[in-house]
């Protein structure tokens, strides 16, 4: 090492750790918003590095700046160092002891730079430091580690132990082998010059094996993740499936979606939602993906989709748009709310609907009634609202019990439905009362009347006994007998009754007074 000095040495290991700075800062750049602890590391290297530089002045500037402040700089870097090494791995410790190390040091360079002046004791006192930190540091990264946070800090750790090796080398050299000079100058020599090429290696390792411990830290945040998402992905009731954006193509579908389409899990990968039929309505599709292009994503869209079965599945379904790999996919997400969407229309049905007979209610025929008169009048057009009460249906109850009252009920239901056909609607307004609306006028209505009081007379056969009723039909025409709903039923109620007070099983048209315009069916009875 023949025409090195020390001055040289140090120079290149200021130019090093100014590079080890670039890269530790551009380290801590990038993860600062996933990982902490960085940032000391970063300032570390930027006090060791002044430090450095300060000592390469040495000679030029004065001895505080160039010794004392050399010595505190790189141990404070040291301690920043650790700091961020601990705060990196979510470890709290306390650094009151260093700090007192760091106090003690300070006063020592100190002394034998202006009381006592001595190169090999001040090398000896910063070793000492050296030796005390590397082991800190060793203690974190080895002796103290668990497996995982060993794999992290390895690197780190056997950097220090050569650390520490060369501190205390340099220890036990610079008290047995140095001159004892009393001097301010660097110290010189071929083994002074070997440790100073030694620790800049040394530097090159640290940032080395600190970008190596986020990088490792890195994929075991994402394996974490990955498994996160298998868990969710595999163990979600729900379906998930991921397509490209591009042609549809399935990338991956999880065992929820081939579950409650009962798909074939070979069988969908790498083919396309469209040739696997996935949707049950190339309408629902297209609307969905305009959706994904207009707004980027969807959010609990009801779309019906097919079983392997043949049967539909109703789906609430949410697409997002993710990048995987660099290209677009469409991740989507399908809830199957196909119970749930029958329970609501059960629910519906039962709001709408006699429970006993199955036939609309008195408010879901006012409303269907109302919504007929609107269009009627729109298109200039007649409708027909008959009323029907039961003849002798109370001696039923009275003499046979309410049981085969509700079979009587029931069983008139069907003939009334079955004689005005699929044109009209059949309501149930209370006990023994119905209401019918069809659109037709007066002649056709007359005539799905008197086909309702002709079924309705003949015997029913429930428990092997016969049992006969009638009943009385009464029918207003819109427009010509009322415009709104109060008057329309007013006036056919009005027709019932008279029909009623004439003796029943017969059907009257409201405004008619001549009882050969009332038809009285008598014989039917047959």
Request: aromatic share 10%; charged share 20%; net charge neutral.
């Amino acid at each position: 090492m023949e025409g090195l000095d020390f001055r040289t040495v140090v120079l290149g290991g200021f130019i090093l750790f100014c590079v080890c700075i670039i890269l530790v800062g551009t380290l801590w750049r990038q993860s600062r918003g996933r990982f902490c602890g960085l940032g000391y590391s970063f300032l570390g290297f930027i006090l060791i590095s002044l430090g450095l530089g300060l000592m390469f002045l040495r000679g030029i500037v004065g001895p505080f700046f160039s010794v004392v402040m050399v010595n505190s700089l790189m141990i404070v870097g040291l301690i920043f160092g650790l700091i961020g090494l601990e705060t990196f791995l979510g470890l709290k410790n306390s650094h009151r002891k260093d700090f007192i190390i760091l106090t003690i040091l300070t006063s020592a360079i100190a002394y034998f730079t202006y009381l006592n002046p001595s190169t090999p004791k001040r090398i000896a006192c910063f070793s000492a430091s050296m030796s005390y930190f590397s082991w800190r540091y060793i203690r974190i990264a080895i002796l103290d580690a668990d497996r995982s946070r060993k794999n992290l800090t390895l690197g780190i750790g056997l950097v220090f132990v050569v650390y520490f090796i060369i501190a205390v080398a340099r220890f036990i050299t610079a008290l047995s082998l140095y001159y004892d000079a009393h001097s301010l100058e660097l110290p010189s020599g071929g083994i002074e010059i070997f440790f100073g090429y030694a620790q800049q290696t040394l530097i090159v390792l640290w940032a080395y094996a600190l970008n190596l411990m986020v990088n490792k830290k890195l994929m075991q945040e994402l394996d974490k993740e990955r498994l996160k998402f298998s868990a969710v992905f595999n163990g979600s009731p729900h379906g998930i499936v991921l397509t490209k954006l591009s042609d549809g193509e399935i990338i991956d579908a999880n065992p929820g979606l081939t579950r409650m389409l009962g798909l074939d899990y070979k069988n969908v990968l790498g083919k396309t939602i469209v040739k696997i039929e996935l949707c049950a309505s190339l309408e629902e599709r297209s609307k969905m993906i305009r959706r994904v292009l207009q707004d980027g994503s969807v959010r609990d869209m009801e779309i019906k989709f097919k079983h392997s079965s043949g049967r539909q599945v109703v789906g609430a379904l949410s697409i997002d748009q993710v990048s995987v790999n660099g290209e677009g996919v469409l991740l989507s997400t399908i809830v199957d709310v196909t119970e749930q969407k029958d329970m609501e229309q059960q629910i519906a049905k039962m709001a709408q609907t006699d429970p006993l007979t199955g036939l609309l209610n008195r408010a879901a025929f006012s409303d269907r009634l109302d919504r007929a008169m609107k269009k009627a009048s729109f298109k200039g057009q007649k409708l027909s609202l008959m009323f029907l009460d039961l003849d002798r249906f109370k001696p039923v109850n009275d003499d046979f019990g309410h049981a085969v009252g509700d079979v009587v009920l029931r069983q008139t239901t069907e003939r009334i439905t079955d004689a005005v056909g699929n044109d009209g609607t059949v309501g149930r307004i209370g006990g023994d009362e119905f209401v019918v609306l069809v659109p037709f006028g007066e002649e056709q209505a007359r005539s799905i009347g008197e086909r309702i009081v002709l079924a309705i007379e003949r015997p029913f056969e429930i428990d092997d006994r016969s049992i006969r009723i009638s009943c009385s039909v009464g029918i207003a025409i819109y427009p010509d007998h009322g415009t709104d709903e109060i008057e329309l039923a007013k006036n056919a109620d009005q027709a019932m009754y008279a029909v009623k007070k004439a003796g029943g099983n017969g059907v009257r048209v409201f405004g008619q007074t001549d009882d050969t315009d009332r038809i009285r069916l008598e014989g039917a009875w047959g």
